[in-house]
């Protein structure tokens, strides 16, 4: 079946940086799109990166700049750099593919 497994979030100061990593099972990863969505408490899930099979990206306009989606098709992995990290980045991160099949989350929080 199909799993994806999200890993890497934590606490970083406000300014920091932080990768998180999506381990994908059970598709043929290489050929398929995937994007990452963050939920903060009391707001609803957000799409923030989205990658498609050949690697084109885009991106929220809060996240422009700061956040990087990478896929290594190798590793059956997608990737997202967090860098110059905010107190209102801080959420549970999922990954997910076709808004169908969701990882657990991981939550990253960001200290002021």
């Known amino acids: 079946q199909v799993q994806l497994v999200e890993s890497g979030g934590g606490v970083v100061q406000a300014g920091g940086s932080l990768r998180v990593s999506c381990a994908v099972s059970?598709?043929?990863?290489?050929?398929?799109?995937f994007g990452w969505w963050r939920q903060a408490p009391g707001k609803q899930r957000e799409r923030v990166a989205f990658?498609?099979?050949?690697?084109?990206?885009s991106y929220a306009d809060s996240v422009k700049g700061r956040f990087t989606i990478s896929r290594d098709n190798a590793k059956n992995t997608v990737f997202l750099q967090m860098n110059s990290l905010k107190a209102e980045d801080t959420a549970v991160y999922y990954c997910?593919?076709?808004?169908?099949?969701w990882g657990q989350g991981t939550q990253v929080t960001v200290s002021s």
């Open positions: 990658i498609n099979a050949g690697s084109s990206t």
């Open positions: 997910s593919y076709n808004q169908i099949y």
């Open positions: 059970g598709i043929a990863f290489r050929v398929n799109a």
